[in-house]
């Protein structure tokens, strides 16, 4: 009470007179007062902060605007000061009496100022400073400005003063943004720590303001943030519990539900329905307070029109507009930030059970979703999850508005007169259903045509070695481009829709308001003048907002609703059933895998199963080898005891933990000690065993990085053996109790394959059951048990010896490897005939010796691996100013286009403008009639729709045009990049472009670029139709556009690269989820499902970490925009109420007023879609980095090609050939110089990683040499064409390779061969019989990856596209090394004739593949050891090959006693 009259007392003493608002003297001393209250709180909290001991709460540099605006405020006090000692002591002064004391109180109030600039003892202290600060500008600027409408004089202080109360507010906006001390001290440290965010433990006024994340974009003003400054999410936003939640709600909904349709929506929907609760609370405080907006227009208007103003009326009007705006401005940016928020958690749970649900995958359920399919489901569908709410929220809360701006609409004219306007609403919202209808449709075609691109394009990338070799790129670029012009007729149709359907939500206000007027006008319900008129546009200006976004919330809500029901259909899929395949800890059983009559089908309707009547009894310890011909069912064998394959009958029990050894390996990106440990703690001796037993130690010490060196997407960077002992590291170092090898050994040569048998499985692996899928018979003796498979059933069971003397099936196999080494025994005999029998001896007792010493030391290492392969994720730094808009421009060729799309722009704001211009001049003539009135207004805005359509329709056209241009661009790089840019770029990278980037080219930029064009030159018109009624507006408007411009650029400088680094963490979760995907069989064998579901759980953390600062740096800037702009509506609406009766008409008062209410809306809409368009262009900038990948030399050089029967002979001259993978790497040939003769067979041998693939690529120019060259025919291979060189040379490469498809389209991809050559070529490869039995014959189907074909049966493949080209160089790169014998053998008939007059070289594993050839070479460390005649090199027992054949012998030897061969009825 006392300060209530003091202050009472204040104001009637300075004033001399009564108090009242409408004196100036009154406002001014009311000001002073106010700056008094401030004054004693202001010290009372020091003095609080002095007695407490507190210390100065923030230290800082002394900043250009604080010391300035402090001096100021000196200066001014000193000069209030002067003034009043003056008055004091100056008797002639004709100022009032105590106007000294007031002077004496601005003073002290001003140096109060300066010394609140400079010390804050406590947040709360500050806090008070800056509401002194804004308040006492706010209230000055105010004074002021009505001071120059009313034409009234200045006093000089005063006229001095406001430039400093300018600088006040502005310091205050510094201090906002600034941290408290702790804050500033430690944000930076804590951010490095990846702490949690400062959400949950942020006050209720860092909440509603977003300033919770200030410490961030401080920090990312001062540089360019990093991954590891990113804080961590809070425990409620994380993937995991989103998981759980979602997961219980899952299963509840699937047990309990009777249709399994929509179960992921119900489930989201029980999960988040209190959050989504609570988003449409503000929704709804969103739509209420942007549709009684019109209302306080309404009161405006009638309070000006008054003859005589009710000053406390109008300041009432004020503090309720105040009081919406700030309803308005708080509702929705929490509505969109937490709708946004909480579809982060169901994103994150969605992608989790993906991710989980692709682990536990039936056989079946894999052959439906392809790599690509289920990476679509998760970079795509999963993602669409993240702004659902939103868009769900924007869904009914539109029409809500709408609702409440029709109710307004009756309350300004009457029912008679609004009634009328719904009837074309109504029309217009059933129009929009076929046009939902059509979208829906089109979007679920867009969705699948996008599908089949992406898995496309994933198996090209992932097989693009062998694109490269066969030189197909041109055929696979076409059928990637087709699948994109299938997507890209479904993206024009829905970009065209959008145009129809945006015309017509332009086109509904504008009926509306016209039939409104026309029905207002003749049934008399209402007067038209300027509040009806005003009010009526101002309601149909909030209409427009909600009928611009309603259609753009149906068409994502049905994208959606597509999406949901693909996942739903993946969720449901069949998984793995636990009942296949019980597993039992060890105990003390002694027997560890037990199968009773067991049947197993990967097809359930199959009418053959793949394996039938299977009874097996492994004791514990026992080596059991596995063996047959190509395609019997060994592998799926193995399988049936993983539990992989369906069990139709039968049990099976297996005893203690597994480890599994697939046939083509499977690595992990990483390092080479990751994939050992494959998630198990390190036990250094044990890591050291494995590395021994799988002769891994001499790569090791071989490479720069040691076990650290970093391996490629699937191994891409190691050879074909480093990746198979790598897994065969992983399985011994589990220390599992049961071993399943399914054929290891298949990808190393002769040496190793025996060091590590020894070393591995007979001695590491002593006290294990191992299983051993194996072609090689010389390894058999030594195997307790041998299980021979015949057409996928077991026809014999025994040891060695039982089973050689029992016929039949086994013999064959025994009789094709015995033959192969009568070839081999000829040769030593024939080259050694004149060796005494115990030289022979010698020979192979060297070779035993030989084996020993190198199973320790003499493992050589493959050269290529000195420098970590994978390079980091390329992104740009900081700013990176106009170029990615220019690139978008300059690349579609747009820039006609976007000149059409700007002047469509401008003409509709024009004429928007112009028909409202109409309506505020008609209504103060009164010889305009009403028909005339609503004629004209009617006919512009209706023209003004038209453009609008044109509008969006150019900016579709531009959208479509770059869309077509960026993804031409991309795919022409790619196919086009050479090998070394997909053994050092991840796969996941490109498809990240190829999917979310492309998406985003697609849908989002050229939206986003429409929306900010439009909203940009919106605001500005706004504001100068706002300064032509009261121009006075702009002393505010523009420093608020500056500050908005400055505010702009501090969100951006943190939120793009946050933007960009969401850019590199997507990959990751895509190239994990791909990875997995691949190499399931290992996972689940290892048990390990939980870990890597853990880690995929990590990774969709780290991009929803990015996600959530993106979105909330996002508000924290538009809720300051949305702020400064309600300034300018403040200051707008305060000049109307103070402006004097008469001074501006009423029609351009409602003009004025009715552009005022927008102007918040229309900055804050585009705000953000400048910032979404900063955000989006991002994609832009990404997919340029692949649009100038350095290229491989040119497919054709039309000066320099070939004669068309080139080669004709076939001869190949290497001359002084160094081939190194990387300029700074050391080189892997170092200096080869050979000639193979034409038609001659040359058989190339070495250890692995010897450099014989490196000499292979080099053939194929996959890399070209750093010095020397090859020569063939006489022609430098480097000096044509890639085309005319690969289509010339023949390769059936080292890993097998079969596309989605059919067989024909897998033999014959580019479609030159009739039926009949075809089946000429299966029939020589031996594939005919198994290829007839089948229903649909040539047109039988490939699965991805050739997945329900065997390893053998692929290989087989590969050698029937050779039988086709029949070229006159054909290189086998270890093509029959997943083969069994006897089939090895009749392949290396029919090759020897079927390429008798052809060049052949071979290199392989096996000895007797290559004892035939006219010469042999034998690689080591890169280097050429030998290259002879076989015949001489045996003769020599120093000859590195005769060693190699040594060995061979000697394991043959060992694995087949004389003694027992002789017991068998046939000679062997």
């Known amino acids: 009470?006392?300060?209530?009259?003091?202050?009472?007392?204040?104001?009637?003493?300075?004033?001399?007179?009564?108090?009242?608002?409408?004196?100036?003297?009154?406002?001014?001393?009311?000001?002073?007062?106010?700056?008094?209250?401030?004054?004693?709180?202001?010290?009372?909290?020091?003095?609080?902060?002095?007695?407490?001991?507190?210390?100065?709460?923030?230290?800082?540099?002394?900043?250009?605007?604080?010391?300035?605006?402090?001096?100021?405020?000196?200066?001014?006090?000193?000069?209030?000061?002067?003034?009043?000692?003056?008055?004091?002591?100056?008797?002639?002064?004709?100022?009032?009496?105590?106007?000294?004391?007031?002077?004496?109180?601005?003073?002290?109030?001003?140096?109060?100022?300066?010394?609140?600039?400079?010390?804050?003892?406590?947040?709360?202290?500050?806090?008070?400073?800056?509401?002194?600060?804004?308040?006492?500008?706010?209230?000055?600027?105010?004074?002021?400005?009505?001071?120059?409408?009313?034409?009234?004089?200045?006093?000089?202080?005063?006229?001095?003063?406001?430039?400093?109360?300018?600088?006040?507010?502005?310091?205050?906006f510094k201090l906002l943004m600034r941290t408290s001390f702790s804050d500033s001290l430690s944000s930076p440290l804590l951010l490095h720590q990846n702490e949690r965010t400062n959400l949950n433990k942020a006050s209720l006024f860092s909440r509603l303001t977003f300033s919770w994340l200030n410490p961030l974009l401080r920090l990312g003003s001062s540089k360019p943030l990093a991954l590891e400054d990113i804080p961590a999410l809070d425990s409620d936003d994380e993937a995991f519990l989103a998981y759980q939640t979602f997961y219980r709600a899952w299963e509840l909904e699937r047990k309990n539900s009777s249709i399994m349709r929509n179960l992921v929506r119900n489930s989201l929907a029980k999960c988040y329905k209190k959050e989504m609760l609570l988003v449409g609370l503000y929704a709804l405080l969103k739509a209420v307070s942007a549709a009684a907006s019109p209302l306080i227009l309404h009161a405006f208007i009638s309070f000006s029109n008054q003859e005589e103003k009710d000053l406390n009326f109008g300041i009432f009007l004020i503090v309720c507009l105040a009081f919406l705006r700030f309803v308005d401005s708080i509702s929705q940016r929490h509505w969109f930030f937490d709708s946004r928020r909480f579809g982060m958690r169901m994103r994150s749970a969605v992608m989790a059970a993906i991710f989980q649900k692709q682990l536990k995958l039936s056989s079946q359920g894999r052959r439906r979703h392809s790599t690509g399919e289920i990476v679509n489901y998760i970079a795509v569908d999963a993602y669409r999850l993240g702004e659902f709410p939103w868009w769900f929220h924007m869904a009914w809360s539109c029409p809500f508005q709408i609702l409440l701006s029709i109710i307004v609409l009756i309350i300004t004219v009457g029912a008679g007169g609004a009634l009328p306007g719904v009837i074309p609403l109504i029309i217009f919202g059933f129009l929009n259903v076929p046009i939902a209808k059509i979208m829906q449709y089109y979007q679920a075609q867009f969705m699948l045509a996008q599908d089949e691109r992406l898995r496309a394009t994933s198996e090209i990338l992932n097989n693009m070695k062998i694109i490269k070799l066969q030189s197909w790129e041109e055929r696979f670029r076409r059928m990637v481009e087709s699948l994109r012009d299938v997507e890209f007729k479904w993206l024009k149709n829905i970009q065209i829709t959008k145009s129809y359907g945006s015309a017509l939500y332009w086109m509904a206000p504008t009926v509306v308001s016209a039939v409104v007027f026309a029905g207002t006008a003749a049934l008399k319900s209402a007067s038209l003048n300027a509040s009806t008129i005003f009010t009526v546009l101002a309601t149909l200006r909030v209409m427009s907002e909600p009928v611009r976004m309603l259609p753009e919330a149906l068409s994502v809500l049905i994208q959606v609703k597509v999406s949901l029901d693909r996942i739903d259909v993946f969720l449901l899929e069949d998984e793995i059933r636990e009942e296949s395949e019980r597993r039992s800890t060890l105990s003390n059983f002694n027997h560890t895998i037990l199968m009773h009559n067991c049947c197993f089908s990967w097809d359930s309707d199959a009418a053959i199963p793949a394996l039938k009547n299977i009874n097996l009894n492994i004791r514990k310890g026992q080596k059991i080898a596995v063996c047959g011909h190509v395609g019997a069912g060994k592998s799926s064998l193995i399988y049936a005891i993983l539990g992989e394959i369906p069990k139709l009958s039968g049990s099976v029990t297996v005893f203690g933990t597994v480890a599994y050894v697939s046939q083509t390996s499977w690595?992990?990106?990483?390092?080479?000690?990751?994939?050992?440990?494959?998630?198990?703690?390190?036990?250094?001796?044990?890591?050291?065993?494995?590395?021994?037993?799988?002769?891994?130690?001499?790569?090791?010490?071989?490479?720069?990085?040691?076990?650290?060196?970093?391996?490629?997407?699937?191994?891409?960077?190691?050879?074909?053996?480093?990746?198979?002992?790598?897994?065969?590291?992983?399985?011994?170092?589990?220390?599992?109790d049961n071993y399943l090898l399914d054929d290891p050994f298949s990808a190393l040569d002769a040496h190793t394959s025996a060091i590590l048998f020894h070393d591995y499985v007979m001695t590491a692996l002593e006290n294990k059951t191992v299983i051993l899928v194996t072609h090689q018979v010389e390894f058999l003796a030594k195997a307790d048990g041998i299980l021979v498979i015949e057409n996928g059933e077991i026809t014999q069971t025994g040891t060695y010896e039982e089973l050689l003397t029992s016929g039949t099936a086994f013999e064959k196999l025994v009789k094709a490897h015995q033959s192969s080494m009568i070839t081999l025994d000829s040769s030593v005999q024939e080259n050694g005939s004149n060796r005494h029998g115990r030289e022979e001896d010698h020979l192979i007792v060297t070779g035993l010796h030989y084996i020993k010493e190198n199973s320790k030391n003499e493992i050589s290492s493959e050269g290529i691996s000195a420098v970590q392969q994978t390079e980091e994720e390329e992104k740009e730094m900081g700013s990176v100013g106009l170029k990615p808009y220019k690139d978008y421009f300059r690349v579609s060729?747009?820039?006609?286009?976007?000149?059409?799309?700007?002047?469509?722009?401008?003409?509709?704001?024009?004429?928007?403008?112009?028909?409202?211009?109409?309506?505020?001049?008609?209504?103060?003539?009164?010889?305009?009639?009403?028909?005339?009135?609503?004629?004209?207004?009617?006919?512009?805005?209706?023209?003004?729709?038209?453009?609008?359509?044109?509008?969006?329709?150019?900016?579709?056209?531009?959208?479509?045009?770059?869309?077509?241009?960026?993804?031409?661009?991309?795919?022409?790089?790619?196919?086009?990049?050479?090998?070394?840019?997909?053994?050092?770029?991840?796969?996941?990278?490109?498809?990240?472009?190829?999917?979310?980037?492309?998406?985003?080219?697609?849908?989002?930029?050229?939206?986003?670029?429409?929306?900010?064009?439009?909203?940009?030159?919106e605001v500005l018109s706004t504001i100068l139709i706002m300064a032509t009624v009261t121009w006075q507006v702009l002393v505010v408007a523009f420093p608020v556009l500056i500050i908005v411009a400055y505010l702009q650029k501090y969100y951006l400088s943190s939120a793009r690269e946050l933007v960009r680094i969401n850019g590199t963490t997507k990959a990751p979760v895509m190239n994990y989820a791909t990875e997995s995907y691949l190499g399931v069989v290992t996972i689940r064998a290892f048990g390990m499902i939980e870990r890597f579901f853990g880690t995929s759980l990590k990774l969709v953390n780290t991009d929803a970490t990015l996600f959530f600062h993106t979105i909330a740096a996002m508000e924290w800037v538009l809720i300051r925009v949305d702020l400064l702009q309600n300034l300018t509506i403040m200051t707008s609406t305060i000049f109307l109420v103070l402006v004097p009766q008469g001074s501006i008409s009423p029609g351009f008062s409602g003009l004025c007023l009715s552009y005022a209410l927008s102007l918040s809306s229309t900055q804050v809409f585009a705000t953000r879609f400048y910032s979404y368009m900063e955000n989006y262009i991002i994609s832009v900038e990404r997919i340029k980095q692949f649009m100038h990948i350095p290229p491989e030399p040119p497919a054709v050089i039309e000066e320099s090609r070939p004669p068309p029967s080139w080669p004709l002979e076939g001869r190949i001259d290497i001359q002084n050939l160094k081939i190194r993978y990387k300029p700074s790497a050391p080189f892997v040939l170092k200096g080869i110089t050979c000639t193979f003769s034409a038609g001659n067979k040359i058989g190339v041998v070495g250890r692995t990683g010897s450099g014989k693939t490196t000499l292979i690529s080099a053939l194929f120019r996959l890399i070209d040499p750093a010095e020397g060259r090859i020569l063939i025919d006489s022609i430098d291979i480097c000096s044509i064409g890639l085309k005319d060189l690969r289509m010339k040379l023949s390769i059936i490469p080292q890993e097998p390779t079969l596309f989605r498809g059919s067989i024909r389209s897998n033999l014959d991809p580019l479609g030159v061969y009739t039926d009949h050559e075809i089946w000429e070529a299966l029939e020589r490869c031996q594939l005919k019989s198994v290829i007839r039995s089948l229903p649909a014959q040539l047109d039988s189907s490939v699965s991805d990856d050739g997945e329900n074909w065997s390893t053998g049966q692929r290989q087989l493949f590969c050698l029937g596209r050779v039988l086709l080209r029949k070229n006159k160089v054909l290189v086998l790169d270890e093509a029959t090394a997943s083969i069994d014998s006897a089939t090895d053998a009749i392949l290396q008939r029919i090759i020897r004739q079927q390429f008798s007059n052809c060049t052949v070289i071979t290199v392989a594993h096996r000895v007797p593949t290559v004892t035939d050839s006219d010469m042999v070479m034998v690689l080591s460390y890169g280097k050429l050891l030998e290259f002879d005649k076989p015949s001489k090199l045996m003769d020599s027992s120093q000859s590195a090959f005769a060693r190699l054949v040594a060995e061979y012998w000697a394991n043959y030897r060992k694995g087949s006693p004389q003694s027992l061969l002789n017991n068998t009825g046939n000679p062997m």
Not at 2 to 9: D, F, G, H, I, V
Not at 1004 to 1015: C, E, M, Q, R, T
Request: charged share 15%; net charge positive; glycine share 6%.
């Open 1 to 172: 009470m006392a300060s209530a009259w003091s202050l009472k007392y204040w104001l009637l003493w300075t004033c001399g007179q009564e108090f009242n608002l409408g004196n100036s003297f009154s406002q001014r001393r009311l000001i002073d007062a106010v700056n008094l209250a401030f004054l004693l709180i202001s010290a009372l909290g020091f003095l609080i902060s002095y007695f407490r001991r507190e210390g100065p709460h923030e230290r800082r540099n002394r900043s250009w605007e604080l010391f300035t605006t402090s001096l100021l405020c000196s200066v001014l006090s000193i000069s209030c000061f002067s003034l009043s000692l003056w008055i004091l002591f100056d008797g002639s002064s004709t100022l009032t009496q105590f106007n000294w004391l007031v002077y004496f109180v601005r003073g002290i109030i001003w140096v109060s100022l300066a010394f609140s600039l400079n010390f804050h003892h406590s947040k709360w202290l500050r806090t008070i400073h800056l509401s002194w600060w804004i308040t006492f500008s706010v209230l000055l600027s105010s004074f002021n400005l009505e001071m120059l409408i009313r034409g009234s004089g200045f006093q000089i202080l005063d006229l001095i003063s406001w430039p400093v109360n300018l600088l006040l507010i502005f310091c205050a």
């Open 667 to 736: 690595i992990q990106s990483g390092t080479i000690r990751d994939n050992i440990l494959f998630g198990k703690p390190m036990n250094k001796e044990r890591y050291n065993n494995a590395i021994r037993c799988c002769a891994l130690d001499k790569d090791i010490e071989n490479f720069v990085h040691g076990d650290l060196t970093e391996i490629g997407q699937r191994g891409i960077n190691m050879s074909g053996g480093q990746r198979q002992r790598i897994q065969l590291a992983r399985a011994v170092y589990s220390d599992a």
């Open 893 to 1017: 060729k747009g820039f006609l286009l976007l000149t059409l799309v700007l002047s469509a722009q401008f003409f509709f704001v024009g004429l928007q403008t112009l028909s409202t211009y109409w309506m505020a001049f008609a209504i103060q003539k009164n010889r305009v009639s009403n028909s005339l009135l609503v004629g004209i207004y009617a006919v512009i805005s209706i023209l003004s729709c038209f453009v609008a359509y044109a509008r969006t329709l150019l900016a579709a056209e531009l959208g479509l045009k770059a869309s077509r241009c960026f993804f031409t661009a991309l795919m022409d790089s790619v196919f086009k990049g050479p090998m070394s840019f997909f053994d050092s770029t991840p796969v996941g990278r490109i498809l990240t472009r190829a999917s979310s980037d492309l998406f985003t080219l697609d849908f989002d930029v050229p939206y986003s670029l429409a929306f900010f064009i439009a909203g940009s030159i």
